[in-house]
């Protein structure tokens, strides 16, 4: 551990390598063996220093200098990092927290807690993005905009079983009609924290303001200044909410429930009954036939590959005292992991290369994805790039587009050119929900399926013409038959939405809307994929 001494004493300030002993300290005695766990040995140390540290309230550090807001991202590069370096950098979307010592206390908890996920499963998905990047394979990501304990509550589990089976049905569409393995992430197990435009929001009648919903991580969506105001307890609950479900899909991927000899009942009940579940029928019936072919010339059919299915999670890196408590290091590798999810993504919020969530992400080994947005400058997403891979490693970052419908050929060109001329590995993905976000009559919040449809469309032709791999797709949705996006095949319109809006965010597509839209992806790139091969 020798190595870690010196990473501590290099860094920037006198007191730095006690700072660092000082978190290793706090993450002291988790040893974990299987899986390619995480662990951390170390001697305590300036504890004192590192409890002064955490009782200094993050938003204090949101009103930092003009001087450290205008730091050298030259010198950025070179400082040496440490899980709580982010301290130092300016931040952005960060809540006030009234009780900072209570927030030192839920730190230092989720510090000793066990790890939500891997290393090791993070490398293996790190290797399967970048076959993705390479056009071998195809991500498929989605989930809710954001996790809800009322949800959680109200559902008993059954609203993350039917999102998982929802996402296995469309990768099962999906890897028929591409010919390559799907690579399936779930927006599950840590997606608690949502950006927001404005710290503040007024009621209805102008008349009362307080503090904007941030997601059930940080606050509560009920208008009143009890709930709206930060409370730290809710990092724990939502730990163990995440808990429970990853713990749930484990055992959704691998105890049996996706073995393919049962195809047919890998299927949501509502969506039985549609053209869509008719649809999905006929492929249950080609990959029954092909199994059965299998068992009667011989070859093995009960392997895992049939039985089982990787499943990993994800979630964007918005509160980074929670990111840093349930960082680790793993022995192994020699790198720091965050452990609360295998894949996470820097927001377009949030992505200024001199700020605080980058300098926590640079320093962690997790693949990661980068929201680019039509405001991302060409030397913004080098140095982003350059900051967060500098090693230039496949399958470390995703870059996923958010620009909105009819606008994808004025920023994917520049964004696809940027990358190519200076040699740099990413794997592309389209998020087609953020950029067509609109209000209904009646003042719902909601999306059009039909610009969602086309955002992926426009994102499939353009990487065609652009010669380079459209690598994924990233949605919000749920298995559950909600009523918050308009259109599709069962022609949802806005007097429909009030049936069952559910979202406490942003609008979700439903279980029909999501499986119909992958169909529409695998055909688009199933034809894209035979032009190539004349």
Not at 192 to 210: D, G, V, W
Not at 477 to 506: F, I, K, P, S, W
Request: some cysteine; overall charge negative.
């Amino acid at each position: 551990m020798g190595r870690r001494t010196n990473w501590g004493r290099g860094c920037t300030g006198a007191a730095r390598g006690e700072e660092a002993e000082a978190v290793a300290g706090a993450m002291a005695g988790l040893a974990f063996v299987s899986g390619g766990a995480c662990g951390v040995r170390g001697a305590p140390a300036a504890a004192a220093r590192r409890d002064a540290q955490l009782r200094m309230s993050v938003s204090e550090r949101e009103g930092v200098s003009v001087a450290a807001q205008s730091v050298n991202v030259a010198a950025a590069r070179q400082r040496l990092w440490t899980p709580g370096s982010w301290r130092e950098m300016p931040i952005r979307q960060v809540p006030d927290y009234p009780d900072a010592q209570k927030l030192a206390d839920v730190e230092r908890r989720l510090a000793n807690a066990l790890p939500l996920v891997f290393s090791g499963e993070c490398d293996r998905l790190k290797e399967n993005i970048a076959r993705a990047g390479r056009g071998e394979a195809f991500v498929l990501q989605g989930g809710d905009c954001a996790e809800s304990f009322e949800e959680f509550d109200k559902y008993k589990g059954e609203n993350i079983k039917s999102t998982f089976t929802l996402l296995i049905q469309m990768s099962i569409v999906m890897m028929y009609g591409l010919h390559k393995p799907i690579v399936k992430i779930g927006r599950m197990a840590g997606q608690f924290a949502k950006p927001r435009s404005s710290p503040m929001e007024r009621s209805k009648n102008k008349e009362l303001e307080l503090p904007s919903y941030r997601g059930d991580m940080i606050n509560g969506p009920d208008f009143t200044l009890d709930a709206r105001t930060p409370n730290p307890e809710r990092m724990m609950e939502s730990f163990i909410q995440s808990t429970a479900t990853i713990n749930l899909l484990r055992t959704l991927a691998t105890g049996g429930y996706l073995d393919l000899r049962r195809i047919h009942d890998i299927n949501l009940e509502f969506v039985n009954g549609t053209k869509q579940g008719a649809r999905f029928a006929e492929f249950a019936n080609a990959i029954s036939n092909a199994i059965r072919f299998m068992h009667s010339v011989g070859l093995q059919t009960d392997s895992p590959m049939i039985r089982q299915a990787e499943f990993y999670v994800s979630h964007e890196a918005l509160l980074l005292p929670y990111e840093q408590a349930l960082t680790r290091f793993d022995e192994t590798t020699e790198k720091f992991y965050a452990t609360s999810g295998h894949f996470i993504w820097l927001g377009d919020r949030t992505r200024q290369p001199e700020g605080a969530h980058v300098e926590f992400l640079r320093g962690i080994a997790n693949p990661i994805g980068i929201k680019c947005g039509p405001t991302l400058s060409r030397d913004d997403l080098l140095e982003l790039i350059e900051l967060l891979n500098p090693t230039n490693e496949p399958g470390r970052i995703t870059l996923i587009t958010r620009v909105g419908a009819g606008k994808v050929r004025d920023h994917l060109p520049r964004f696809v050119n940027t990358v190519r001329e200076e040699g740099l590995n990413v794997t592309w993905s389209c998020d087609a929900m953020h950029g067509n976000t609109e209000n209904s009559p009646a003042g719902f919040k909601t999306r059009d399926f039909r610009n969602i449809y086309s955002e992926v469309k426009e994102f499939i032709e353009a990487h065609r013409e652009l010669g380079s791999y459209p690598g994924g797709i990233h949605l919000e949705m749920t298995g559950q038959n909600v009523t918050e996006c308009v259109g599709g095949m069962l022609e949802l319109g806005h007097e429909g939405l009030a049936e069952r809006y559910e979202t406490g965010c942003d609008p979700r597509l439903n279980a029909s809307q999501a499986l119909e839209l992958a169909f529409l992806v695998s055909e688009m790139m199933d034809t894209v994929e035979r032009e190539q091969s004349l």
